[in-house]
């Protein structure tokens, strides 16, 4: 009898024990889609890298190491592993920002040059589209699509209104409307949107998001240069966090749905140098709004936006972040979390 109950807990234990994690590396420059995906012998495209993932249980959590170099979408890269229980999918760069070896050469870059790859509500060309739940990004450029056929890309795309678990983190989405535009850097619907310490320099509208939204947070991060809005966001559900943000350089910082009066609430955060706030999008486009529901804490508007950029020296390590002598440095936003 003692051994037929030490036989049962054994297996009791084999059952409920979470499965372990799985890595799979990819470097798109000496790594083949006919390799496994391990350490010594990646795959080259993070497509493969996904249909990798899907051989493993939904209940292991899977991680997707990405080296340095291009990585050049021709069609959107589907990531719709299932993940059950506390099992995530996460697509990180293999050296992250505060890692002591990082510099700015070292972060993957991922540009889309693909002709318009969906047809939902109108044409328009996706790099990652979030098909799954409990996804997260990490440390990654995203830069914008050149293809002159494309009018509207969107880099991280959620359309499934029912996922839950979309994490960004230490990313830079950087577009230049004259030649690589990005309408959206991140366009979900759904529940557990969390972004944080990212960068969204010169896209349209850095954050769209529209149905079943609810536990979504916004933290430490830097919108310079939105030419529509920082924010465009549809359906409010608590729990809501807005917080050590910096906006700047915008047309809008906020729009909502017309005759909708939603109390976000705003905290510890920079509002410099815009050219409206608070908007709402009606039946002729964009207009300021004068009548708002939102309430503020500790949200300064005055200083100057000083960040890191390009010069005769090239690439500075702290690239696009504030410069010590900023407006708002003290709020932590950017693309280091140390």
Known sequence: MYKLNYLLTIILLLATRPLQAQTIYVNA?????????????????????????????????????VSPGLYTLHDKVVIDKPNTGQAWLTIQAATMPDDTAWKPAQMPVIQSISNNNSTTQFQHAVGFLIAANHVRIGGLKFIGNGNPLVQYYYPVNRKDSTLSGLDISQCYFIGERNSAPIQGSIWAHG?????????????????????AIRDFSLKNSVIVGAYESAVWFGAFHEPFVFENNIVAGSEFLWLRAEKTYPKYHFKNCLFTDMKHEMGYYGQNGAVPADKNAHSEENVARSGKLLLSEVATNGLPRDHLNPLPNSAGKELNAGIFKK
């Open 29 to 65: 420059g000496t790594g083949s889609d006919a390799a496994n995906g391990k350490v010594q012998t990646p795959v080259a495209t993070l497509q493969r890298a996904i249909e990798l993932a899907k051989t493993f249980e939904a209940g292991e959590s899977v991680m997707i190491k």
């Open 191 to 211: 529940a557990g949107v969390h972004v944080d310490h990212c960068v969204f320099y010169g896209t349209k509208n850095a954050l769209l998001l529209f149905m």
